[in-house]
């Protein structure tokens, strides 16, 4: 009889992984409140956002939106590996996911923090944790000796 999966840390994960939809989905269609959110994260200090074009705030709409599709398309196939081998016990779902996570964490942050962003490279951080949390608390069950 195999053993299942805790609801509890399965259940968060689909929680995350809809919150992380609805962001993208306000990077689509709140522009202006993302772009407000992320000049206050970037920009605060000495740096300025003041002095943008109208054609460079037309481009980080674009950007945005575009990263926000792309970020939906990303948790859609989370979605499927959470509801299909994850759920089910699959190590190939935990690995999946851990490996994803782990190495966008990775790559968005040292390229943010390459590019003098620090500011996105610790918000990076409550992401991973969000997502590394129930991936850590689960190791044991799909790392168990009998799996």
Do not use: C
Not at 71 to 95: N, Y
């Amino acid at each position: 009889m195999s053993k299942s999966i805790n609801l509890f840390w399965w259940r968060w994960l689909m929680a995350v992984t809809a919150g992380v939809v609805l962001f993208s989905l306000a990077l689509i269609f709140l522009p202006g409140v993302m772009q407000s959110f992320f000049n206050w994260m970037l920009f605060s200090g000495s740096r300025s956002n003041a002095s943008f074009s109208d054609k460079a705030v037309s481009y980080l709409t674009f950007v945005y939106g575009v990263l926000g599709a792309v970020m939906i398309g990303w948790m859609v196939s989370f979605f499927f590996i959470l509801i299909g081998p994850f759920r089910r016990g699959e190590r190939e779902g935990w690995q999946t996911l851990t490996a994803s996570i782990t190495i966008w964490f990775v790559v968005d942050s040292t390229f943010s923090l390459s590019a003098g962003f620090f500011e996105n490279a610790i918000f990076n951080i409550l992401f991973f944790v969000l997502f590394i949390i129930p991936l850590a608390a689960t190791y044991r069950f799909f790392h168990s000796p009998s799996r």
